[in-house]
């Protein structure tokens, strides 16, 4: 009996080991699961903080160069958290920045469009102050430096108008000058005047077409900045040719320079600014802002007519075409309702016709200085074409021309002084 106890025992330590290897075995595996667990837990925290990081150096930063817009290529991180809850939040915060920074632009545009708009429009002001002043000082002096001197204040005043009153249009703010319908020429050769290099415009083309008269003030501001910018990208010594032309359904002026050319990138978003189907931001306009093409766009798209430069010049710069519809069009008449002389001619009139006012100020003087042109009534037979500033640069110098307006002052002066003389003499006579 006492033999078998050790066996017993014997077994019974037996099964105790077997069982203790079994449980050791079992946490063995339970803690190897647990360090995989751990490592996993800590592999995807580390992927969190990098997203995390991802997100405020890169993702945000890009979303708010971009406008709020989505930027391609900058997604996601790791792409092993795409669908999943810590995804999902990270898109509400892109959403929530998103909507918070077009807030934020869409009240920093506004404050800025109305605060140029109103200094926009006091400069006019201004400059139409400024503009009344040196008209008269033009009817008091008749020094031909005086005078040569007040054209070309005059010219650097118009061009000081038109860059203000560009940029109150991109304000939304209107044109502020209502004109009578003008010949299509002439809203061409009234652009010119306003921008420096004018002595390059070399215009080409007669059409008998005129421009409404709402559409004419808008029309000379668009191909004004136009002009400009053409000259502006090419050199000194080149002239920038601008043909007028009929064509089925309107009119279009094409504007040709020898510039720098546009590459296609340049040219690609030169098309949006120029639909102007797209809101401007004024506070995106480059550094120094690029007012032209915007401003231009803005008024095509409130007027009805078209602009592009997707083409390439003839000279290797860049052209431009200005597609005015026929809606745009109408019959050169002058303010009265009455045809032009060239018009009436045509058509067999008999009686006197007076010339249409010029749309601007269009006509230069001999060394190029701008002036303003008064035409008198002429008669159909009679009438002449007003020479082209080119030609008149040619054969007059600028100081034969400032004697020739002094000379025509005080010619003007003399005549009403011998007519108040003459009415003196009268009530005399009558007394």
């Known amino acids: 009996m006492t033999e078998r106890i050790p066996d017993a025992v014997l077994w019974c330590l037996a099964v105790g080991l077997l069982a203790l290897a079994v449980l050791l075995v079992r946490q063995r595996g339970i803690s ?18 990098e997203e995390l990081r991802h997100l405020i150096t890169v993702r945000l930063p890009a979303l708010e160069e971009s406008a709020g817009r989505s930027v ?7 792409n092993r958290l795409a669908e999943t809850e810590f995804a999902k939040c990270l898109d509400g915060v892109l959403a929530r920045f998103t909507e918070a920074v077009e807030n934020a632009q869409a009240r920093a545009d506004r404050s800025a469009k109305a605060a140029l708009k109103s200094s926009m429009r006091s400069i006019q002001a201004l400059a139409n102050e400024q503009q009344v002043a040196i008209s008269e000082m033009q009817d008091r002096h008749d020094h031909p430096d005086v005078l040569r001197d007040l054209l070309e204040v005059d010219h650097a005043n118009a061009q000081f108008g038109r860059r203000a009153q560009a940029i109150a249009v991109l304000c939304g703010s209107w044109p502020g000058r209502q004109r009578t319908a003008s010949g299509l020429v002439e809203v061409v050769r009234g652009a010119t005047s306003r921008i420096r290099d004018y002595r390059r415009i070399r215009i080409r083309g007669e059409v008998d077409i005129a421009v409404e008269s709402r559409a004419v003030e808008p029309v000379v501001l668009a191909v004004a900045e136009l002009l400009d910018n053409a000259a502006r990208h090419s050199q000194p010594t080149t002239q920038v040719e601008v043909g007028v032309q009929a064509v089925h359904n309107g009119a279009c002026i094409v504007i040709d320079d020898a510039g720098v050319g546009m590459d296609a990138q340049a040219s690609e978003k030169a098309s949006v600014l120029l639909s102007g189907r797209r809101t401007v931001d ?44 026929s809606v745009l069009l109408t019959r050169p008449e002058d303010s009265d309702g009455l045809p032009t002389a060239s018009v009436a001619a045509a058509r067999g009139a008999s009686g006197p016709a007076r010339a249409p006012e010029p749309a601007a100020p269009a006509a230069t003087t001999a060394g190029g200085l701008p002036k303003r042109r008064r035409r008198a009534a002429q008669h159909p037979a009679t009438a002449q074409r007003a020479p082209d500033p080119a030609e008149e640069a040619d054969t007059r110098s600028a100081e034969e021309t400032a004697r020739r307006i002094g000379a025509f002052a005080r010619g003007t002066l003399h005549g009403r002084a011998t007519q108040a003389a003459d009415h003196e003499d009268e009530g005399d006579d009558r007394g």
């Not at 391609?72 to 790791?78: A, K, N």
């Open 32 to 49: 190897a699961r647990q360090r995989r667990r751990n490592e996993e837990l800590a592999d995807g925290l580390r992927t969190r903080e």
């Open 72 to 78: 391609p290529g900058v997604g996601l991180l790791d």
């Open 282 to 325: 004024v506070t995106r306009l480059e550094d120094p802002p690029q007012f032209g093409f915007a401003v231009i766009g803005v008024l095509a798209h409130r007027y009805g007519f078209g602009v592009r430069v997707d083409t390439q010049s003839p000279y290797g710069g860049v052209r431009a075409v200005v597609f005015l519809p």
